[in-house]
């Protein structure tokens, strides 16, 4: 079983609809966790960080931790045709970065 | 941009032969990552250095190795190459400390061998 697991899809929705993407865990030392996004080709970048459990909210962008589930999840409101690409969900157990694991990434597709 | 800078970008490789790919971290980050992504894969943990040591590995043979320099820039080295190695070599820099878990990546060198 792999540590974070994550639909790999593709998604693809209508512009405006409103995105859901999940990733599962088994680690429960996992405390930082992040989701990032990736275009074709480029590095990942950050899109939002959150520590421990609770919301955390970014414009258009939520993201949610329920460790008692081992869940997480990120929502996009009004999703737009930019917002195309590679979504990873990552999490580590220690600070500074340390020994983060990401999960395989889910690909969206935003239709105009 | 995130201001870490990677080097090279693409290269070509055959079995057998030896790399090394080079990174940048960003200005005030004194650690350095790096990762593996296959085509269609999230990136998988190969080290990561601070403060010029290994602090932590992941599931790579020892023909993986690094260096982080005072100046933190870092390489990673791969020796005896074999055809599974070809994938997007990711470097990360971030902050150690409290709460910082986030990782801030280059562009990636992409290594195909042959």
Known sequence: QKEVEQDPGPLSVPEGAIVSLNCTYSNSAFQYFMWYRQYSRKGPELLMYTYSSGNKEDGRFTAQVDKSSKYISLFIRDSQPSDSATYLCAMSAGTGGFKTIFGAGTRLFVKA | ?114
């Open chain 2, 1 to 114: 941009e995130t201001g870490v800078t990677q080097s090279p970008t693409h290269l070509i490789k055959t079995r057998g032969q030896q790399v090394t790919l080079r990174c940048s971290s960003q200005s005030g980050h004194n650690t350095v990552s790096w990762y593996q992504q296959a085509l269609g894969q999230g990136p998988q943990f190969i080290f990561q250095y601070y403060r010029e040591e290994e602090n932590g590995r992941g599931n790579f043979p020892p023909r993986f190795s690094g260096l982080q320099f005072p100046n933190y820039s870092s390489e990673l080295n791969v020796n005896a190459l074999e055809l599974d190695d070809s994938a997007l070599y990711l470097c990360a820099s971030s902050r150690a400390g409290p709460n910082t878990g986030e990782l801030f990546f280059g562009e990636g060198s992409r290594l195909t061998v042959l």
